[in-house]
């Protein structure tokens, strides 16, 4: 039983379209996080959501919006794709923040 | 601005050649400073946290080491599975919640 799964795992589009990545975990954490991780290989924090709030929302474009429903989902939604998002994308969710945190496989992103 | 490094970039050791790998940080006031392990194709898995100046983690081949300004990940006598990039992160009291280092990409040749 995965703890922290991403859908879809490979996700390939059109610039100017709009995507959405899921995220959901089963660990019963309250914090959930988006990070994206360049061809560089850098791993970036983007958002971090602490019981369906917002509390950290690094300098990333509006086109980026992170939606949770509940504290065991946080989904990230993509409008405009620019060739620049080609990137994976990982989700991570911990107990209280900041603490360990257990990362999803991730989701590939390639924008033609 | 809190900063993480690591050196070096990439480490080619052979099978049974035990080495350290460096992750080096400038902090407002460091909370935590944790190690991953990265396998291609796959998300960060957690490895050790690391909280206070002197304090030392070790699992199997692996020991964490840390310092008022860096971390050590030694490896001793790898095998052929330990290949792979290994992460460092610290987390502050101030500022950015959670940033990584560039990573240490580790192979070991059988």
């Known amino acids: 039983d995965t703890a922290v799964s991403q859908t879809p795992k490979y996700l390939v589009t059109q610039m100017g379209n709009d995507k959405s990545i899921k995220c959901e975990q089963n660990l019963g954490h309250d914090t959930m996080y988006w990070y994206k991780q360049d061809s560089k290989k850098f791993l970036k924090i983007m958002f971090s959501?602490?019981?369906?709030?917002?509390?950290i929302n690094e300098t990333v474009p509006n086109r980026f919006s992170p939606k949770s429903p509940d504290k065991a989902h946080l989904n990230l939604h993509i409008n405009s794709l620019e060739l620049g998002d080609s990137a994976v994308y990982f989700c991570?969710?911990?107990?209280?923040?900041?603490?360990?945190?257990?990362f999803g496989a991730g989701t590939r992103l390639s924008v033609l | 601005e809190d900063q993480v490094t690591q050196s070096p970039e990439a480490l080619r050791l052979q099978e049974g050649e035990s080495s350290s790998l460096n992750c080096s940080y400038t902090v407002s006031g460091l909370r935590g400073l944790f190690w991953y392990r990265q396998d291609p194709g796959k998300g960060p898995e957690f490895l050790f946290t690391?909280?206070?100046a002197g304090e030392e983690k070790e699992k199997e081949r692996l020991k964490a080491t840390l310092t008022k300004k860096e971390s050590f990940l030694h490896i001793t006598a790898p095998k052929p599975e330990d290949s792979a990039t290994y992460l460092c992160a610290a987390s502050f009291t101030y500022g950015q919640n959670f940033v990584f280092g560039p990573g240490t990409r580790l192979s070991v040749l059988p």
């Open positions: 991570a969710s911990s107990r209280g923040q900041p603490n360990i945190q257990y």
């Open positions: 959501y602490n019981n369906k709030e917002l509390i």
């Open positions: 690391l909280y206070s």
